[in-house]
């Protein structure tokens, strides 16, 4: 029997596999340390509970519009009015089961067969599958460690092909942390508007900016960046609501009909109870929020510092997101125990059999000599976790 080759091309998401493997050790009661949770690790906040359950109460379970209910929209919009400056209406908003349906979403309808899409390494790991689905091409552009692996003229022309059809931008970006300033944004989009190309711009992580870091959205950029821009954004990472599963997009009103037309026949409507329940997590409360970027914040440092530390290991102070791209280049090439390192997939393999410490191998990211750590777990258990690492290192 033949499958579809397009579905056996799609490989498996290495942090799912990674996250799986240290769940069942700790659920089979072994210490296992865990730095793979790309979700924060405080509950969602009460207000934004007790919304869900009013909505519960008031019969709010039935089917929305597929596109998402009048409420949420119009708290989205405030919410892009209120933080970045951008008027959209409701028929510029979309809201989906998750930020990652709204991408599937817009690649189904942007892209044609053959069809180009430049993407940074390194890159969250779902970003080439999902454009791989919808018929398109992912094409590479690698930085440099020193610039955070951003994106910069000469590496987007060098990218640049008659098929080309969109740049895909993650600011603050998963897993370096990086955040693009005004200046860099700059730049795509003269780029994206000399050669006609539309604007991606992932801002799920937009919350969670550190230092003197400040946060723009490429569609803020000019009349010509707002209206080739479709922004990607979500209630998940901000509010600690992964498992509701909303996120939402924003921008041209054509491509967001066309996405709205595929989600009808796909998913139909989000989750009906999450919708009015990130109505409060737009309009409510925004203390858990600041509180919960004072705490990343500690933990990031800690990080830091402890790697940077260390001989074997290096990495580059994240200013967003709550993800750190540790370099692991000095251990490539080593024998542990009879195993040859030769890849972060090794280094992850052994460190969690030996160490029972759980990284996301950078392989997953396009980033072959690193792992990532994300610090959206206690401060003890980042304590005890960073201890364990550098002792294996160090050894």
């Given at each position: 029997?033949?499958?579809?080759?397009?579905?056996?091309?799609?490989?498996?998401?290495?942090?799912?596999?990674?996250?799986?493997?240290a769940k069942k050790m700790k659920t089979d009661g072994i210490d296992v340390i865990i730095f793979g949770a790309g979700e924060p690790d405080f509950n969602t906040p009460k207000n934004i509970q007790n919304a869900a359950i009013e909505a519960i109460k008031r019969g709010c379970t039935k089917y929305t519009p597929a596109s998402g209910i009048d409420?949420?929209?119009?708290?989205?919009?405030?919410?892009?009015?209120?933080?970045?400056?951008?008027?959209?209406?409701?028929?510029?908003?979309?809201?989906?089961?998750?930020?990652?349906?709204?991408?599937?979403?817009?690649?189904?309808?942007?892209?044609?067969p053959g069809d180009e899409v430049i993407v940074s390494k390194p890159y969250w790991v779902s970003y080439p599958e999902l454009i791989r689905l919808a018929d398109g091409v992912p094409v590479y552009v690698s930085g440099r460690e020193e610039n955070d692996f951003k994106y910069t003229k000469e590496a987007l022309s060098g990218a640049l092909t008659p098929k080309t059809k969109a740049i895909l931008i993650n600011s603050p970006n998963n897993p370096m942390g990086a955040v693009y300033s005004r200046d860099e944004l700059l730049v795509i989009s003269d780029f994206a508007k000399a050669h006609d190309?539309?604007?991606?711009?992932?801002?799920?992580?937009?919350?969670?900016?550190?230092?003197?870091?400040k946060y723009t959205s490429i569609a803020n950029i000019s009349n010509d960046s707002y209206n080739r821009t479709i922004i990607i954004h979500g209630v998940s990472k901000t509010y600690s609501m992964t498992g509701w599963r909303i996120g939402y997009a924003a921008g041209n009103e054509k491509i967001i009909k066309l996405m709205s037309n595929i989600q009808s026949h796909t998913t139909a409507n989000p989750n009906s109870i999450a919708q009015y329940a990130a109505v409060e997590a737009l309009n409510g409360d925004q203390t858990s929020v600041k509180l919960m970027l004072k705490e990343f914040k500690i933990r990031r440092d800690y990080i830091v510092k402890k790697i940077n530390d260390c001989n074997m290991l290096s990495c580059v102070k994240p200013a967003g997101a709550f993800y750190i791209m540790v370099n692991i280049s000095k251990m490539i090439g080593k024998v542990i125990d009879g195993t040859l390192i030769n890849n972060s997939i090794d280094f992850a393999n052994v460190i969690l059999d030996k160490e029972k410490v759980a990284v996301i191998p950078g392989d997953g990211f396009g980033a072959s000599s690193y792992i990532r750590l994300s610090y959206a777990t206690s401060i003890g258990s980042i304590k005890e976790g960073i201890k364990r690492l550098i002792t294996f290192v160090e050894n």
């Open positions: 029997m033949i499958f579809s080759k397009k579905a056996e091309q799609i490989l498996p998401s290495i942090t799912l596999d990674i996250n799986s493997r409420e949420l929209k119009t708290a989205i919009c405030g919410k892009f009015r209120r933080d970045n400056n951008l008027i959209y209406t409701k028929s510029q908003i979309i809201i989906s089961t998750g930020a990652k349906q709204c991408i599937a979403n817009i690649f189904q309808a942007i892209l044609n190309l539309i604007l991606i711009s992932d801002e799920i992580y937009e919350k969670f900016i550190y230092d003197s870091s």
